[in-house]
């Protein structure tokens, strides 16, 4: 019976262990969350005629226009205003993905994912968006090693057939009262 308590204390660890685990890697989540809802990302035009300023999920803050930009006239203005735009949204998006990384892990390759795709919707190279990511501030916590809802450690295999010490006991304990 000691094996069997002895195999159910190590299951009951094991599961602990992975709450744990589970408690360390999103003990991050509050700060990711503010870092994500503070995020702003600014684009200004070449000429320096337009601002543009996004969020979280590139959403657009404000855009700004000098005397400049609006004596352009309508097609120079939206031509501007549309690279411009993209250039804000793209910068917010790597921004976003670089913190999710940091807090999460790079597990996914989020950056990179986010990186690839722009650069061939916007024409351009992976190499020439990284030089635009913002540069590492602190080393963030690395749980890339960590496992969140699986254990570790595949779960050791069941007793041996037949009954165990606990089956055996009962059926001893209830055959002595008849």
Do not use: C, W, Y
């Amino acid at each position: 019976m000691s094996g069997e308590f002895e195999h159910l204390v190590a299951e009951f660890e094991r599961f602990q262990a992975g709450i744990r685990n589970a408690d360390d890697r999103f003990a991050g989540l509050g700060t990711m969350r503010q870092q994500l809802t503070e995020l702003r990302a600014s684009a200004v035009s070449p000429d320096g005629g337009v601002t543009v300023v996004t969020g979280p999920g590139g959403a657009v803050l404000d855009v700004q226009f000098t005397e400049g930009a609006l004596a352009k006239g309508p097609q120079a203005l939206s031509a501007t205003l549309l690279a411009t735009l993209r250039e804000a949204v793209g910068e917010a998006a790597r921004r976003q993905a670089v913190i999710v990384e940091e807090n999460m892990g790079d597990d996914l390759g989020l950056v990179d994912q986010v990186l690839e795709t722009q650069a061939v919707a916007f024409g351009t190279t992976v190499e020439e968006l990284r030089s635009k990511l913002p540069e590492e501030a602190e080393a963030p916590q690395d749980f890339s090693e960590q496992r969140v809802l699986r254990p570790a450690d595949p779960p050791p295999a069941p007793p041996a057939a037949g009954p165990s010490a606990g089956d055996r006991f009962l059926r001893n304990l209830f055959d002595e009262e008849d």
